[in-house]
């Protein structure tokens, strides 16, 4: 209500025509019902509830309430779709598409309980920052998303279906008010790499846990199965015609070494041999783990995620600045012997509390996998000007699918990681919250 008033003599200071504008506008609708089925109500404030037919206008502020037997699919003004299925009681509670600017958008969405999918549109992609699903525990923002989440007085649960997101238990430091992904040391990652996983929260004050496919007997899409109607999964990203070499991929070469007679290698440990001062040096290994910025860059700053991002790669982790990709395929984790990896590649900043990003360098690295228990740890320490040597440390299991799962980090850290398809080659990306500001990086390795 004190916003209205704040708006209302803004009104009045401007006149009357502001006054009919700021009503015209909050008028306008933001979807429409494009499917329905079953027992399906809208309200509006005090107004009563009515039932929702196929193309029914949708404003904001509307709450959306099914049956056990209704589902409702929405179709958004920025071509975004919303499927809420059988026993939900969704709310829209605030979305802004401001189509000459889209970065201008704002979308927050409730799901006090029940199941609906979200499929980001124009708005949400153009303003990923300002995007946020709510449930009454937990806090989902996204990074261009289609994902399920179905929640309960006590459990959230969420499985990605293409693109990623980032789950944060709603507490003091992630507020059900604010916009956007929780960036706390209690946010997960959970991205379409994870196929069929999902992301379980319980309790505010600990992180969502991952529950893995052979596990997931209350998944989503298990618990409340969507309609044909709905949209195909896309289970990848689209071909993107690369603009040309990244600054990564200039530096590597192709690999001397296949990835069978490095996996072979893991068990053994054998030392590397030093080779003659006067032998070639040894090519650098190609890439099979990149990153990109998730906004667009000068020049000579990294290159963005879609610039890297071709129908041959997916895109696996993400943070509030990078997005991670690995090369497409099923995974293939060795389930036997103990790897050592080397760094191959970084990219890290300290960025300031007033938002100044200074150039970071990594010493110490060390990232080791134990294939046959599923784990890793890893260590490095982040040197800037303006910071005291900042180290990271993690340790957790690894999926089937390849993917780091941290279960202790330094303080305020978060880290997500990959392998590559074969297990050859790592990724993770990191950030910690520090006093003054924090650091955030991207790291690559390849095996010793």
């Given at each position: 209500m004190s916003r209205f008033f704040l708006h209302g003599k803004r009104i009045v200071a401007t006149?009357?025509?502001?006054l009919?504008?700021?009503?015209?506008?909050?008028?306008?609708p933001i979807g429409t019902v494009s499917f329905v089925i079953g027992e399906s109500v809208a309200k509006q404030g005090a107004n009563a509830a009515h039932g929702l037919a196929k193309g029914d206008k949708i404003n904001a502020g509307q709450i959306i309430e099914t049956g056990v037997n209704g589902h409702v699919h929405l179709k958004?003004?920025?071509?975004a779709f919303v499927s809420i299925r059988p026993a939900s009681k969704f709310r829209i509670e605030e979305y802004r598409y401001d189509t000459s600017n889209p970065k201008n958008s704002r979308i927050k969405f409730v799901l006090e309980q029940g199941t609906a999918r979200s499929i980001t549109g124009k708005a949400g992609e153009a303003a990923k920052e300002v995007y946020r699903l709510n449930t009454p525990l937990a806090a989902i923002g996204i990074r261009g998303t289609d994902f399920v989440v179905h929640a309960e007085s006590?459990?959230?649960r969420v499985v990605v279906q293409s693109g990623a997101i980032v789950m944060s238990p709603i507490n003091e430091e992630c507020t059900s008010a604010s916009f956007g992904p929780c960036n706390t040391a209690t946010a997960r990652v959970l991205t379409a790499a994870m196929r069929d996983a999902y992301l379980e929260l319980r309790n505010r004050k600990e992180a969502p846990i991952l529950v893995p496919a052979e596990k997931s007997l209350s998944s989503p899409n298990l618990v409340a199965p969507p309609r044909p109607e709905e949209p195909i999964v896309d289970r990848g990203p689209k071909p993107v015609a690369l603009t040309g070499p990244t600054n990564q991929e200039v530096n590597q070469a192709v690999a001397t070494a296949t990835a069978k007679n490095q996996i072979d290698n893991f068990a053994t440990q054998k030392p590397v041999e030093q080779k003659p001062a006067e032998t070639k040096p040894e090519p650098v290994v190609a890439a099979k783990i990149w990153w990109g910025r998730w906004e667009a860059n000068n020049p000579n700053e990294t290159p963005s995620i879609y610039s890297v991002l071709n129908g041959d790669r997916e895109i696996t982790m993400s943070n509030v600045m990078f997005g991670m990709l690995r090369e497409k395929g099923?995974?293939?984790?060795?389930?036997?012997?103990?790897a050592k990896f080397k760094l191959a590649d970084s990219e890290s900043y300290f960025v300031a509390a007033d938002k100044?990003?200074?150039?970071?360098?990594?010493?110490?690295p060390s990232?080791?996998?134990?294939f046959g228990n599923r784990r890793y740890e890893t260590a490095l320490t982040v040197n800037a000007k303006g910071i005291s040597a900042t180290e990271i440390r993690s340790a957790g299991a690894v999926s089937f699918q390849g993917i780091f799962m941290s279960e202790t980090n330094s303080p305020d850290t978060v880290l997500a990681g990959t392998l590559s398809t074969n297990g050859d080659q790592a990724g993770y990306l990191f950030q910690r919250t520090l006093a003054n500001g924090s650091v955030i990086g991207a790291t690559r390795w390849i095996t010793k």
């Amino acid at each position: 209500m004190s916003r209205f008033f704040l708006h209302g003599k803004r009104i009045v200071a401007t006149g009357v025509l502001c006054l009919w504008s700021f009503f015209a506008s909050a008028q306008e609708p933001i979807g429409t019902v494009s499917f329905v089925i079953g027992e399906s109500v809208a309200k509006q404030g005090a107004n009563a509830a009515h039932g929702l037919a196929k193309g029914d206008k949708i404003n904001a502020g509307q709450i959306i309430e099914t049956g056990v037997n209704g589902h409702v699919h929405l179709k958004m003004i920025d071509g975004a779709f919303v499927s809420i299925r059988p026993a939900s009681k969704f709310r829209i509670e605030e979305y802004r598409y401001d189509t000459s600017n889209p970065k201008n958008s704002r979308i927050k969405f409730v799901l006090e309980q029940g199941t609906a999918r979200s499929i980001t549109g124009k708005a949400g992609e153009a303003a990923k920052e300002v995007y946020r699903l709510n449930t009454p525990l937990a806090a989902i923002g996204i990074r261009g998303t289609d994902f399920v989440v179905h929640a309960e007085s006590d459990v959230t649960r969420v499985v990605v279906q293409s693109g990623a997101i980032v789950m944060s238990p709603i507490n003091e430091e992630c507020t059900s008010a604010s916009f956007g992904p929780c960036n706390t040391a209690t946010a997960r990652v959970l991205t379409a790499a994870m196929r069929d996983a999902y992301l379980e929260l319980r309790n505010r004050k600990e992180a969502p846990i991952l529950v893995p496919a052979e596990k997931s007997l209350s998944s989503p899409n298990l618990v409340a199965p969507p309609r044909p109607e709905e949209p195909i999964v896309d289970r990848g990203p689209k071909p993107v015609a690369l603009t040309g070499p990244t600054n990564q991929e200039v530096n590597q070469a192709v690999a001397t070494a296949t990835a069978k007679n490095q996996i072979d290698n893991f068990a053994t440990q054998k030392p590397v041999e030093q080779k003659p001062a006067e032998t070639k040096p040894e090519p650098v290994v190609a890439a099979k783990i990149w990153w990109g910025r998730w906004e667009a860059n000068n020049p000579n700053e990294t290159p963005s995620i879609y610039s890297v991002l071709n129908g041959d790669r997916e895109i696996t982790m993400s943070n509030v600045m990078f997005g991670m990709l690995r090369e497409k395929g099923e995974a293939f984790v060795p389930n036997s012997g103990v790897a050592k990896f080397k760094l191959a590649d970084s990219e890290s900043y300290f960025v300031a509390a007033d938002k100044t990003m200074t150039t970071a360098a990594i010493t110490d690295p060390s990232l080791t996998v134990d294939f046959g228990n599923r784990r890793y740890e890893t260590a490095l320490t982040v040197n800037a000007k303006g910071i005291s040597a900042t180290e990271i440390r993690s340790a957790g299991a690894v999926s089937f699918q390849g993917i780091f799962m941290s279960e202790t980090n330094s303080p305020d850290t978060v880290l997500a990681g990959t392998l590559s398809t074969n297990g050859d080659q790592a990724g993770y990306l990191f950030q910690r919250t520090l006093a003054n500001g924090s650091v955030i990086g991207a790291t690559r390795w390849i095996t010793k």
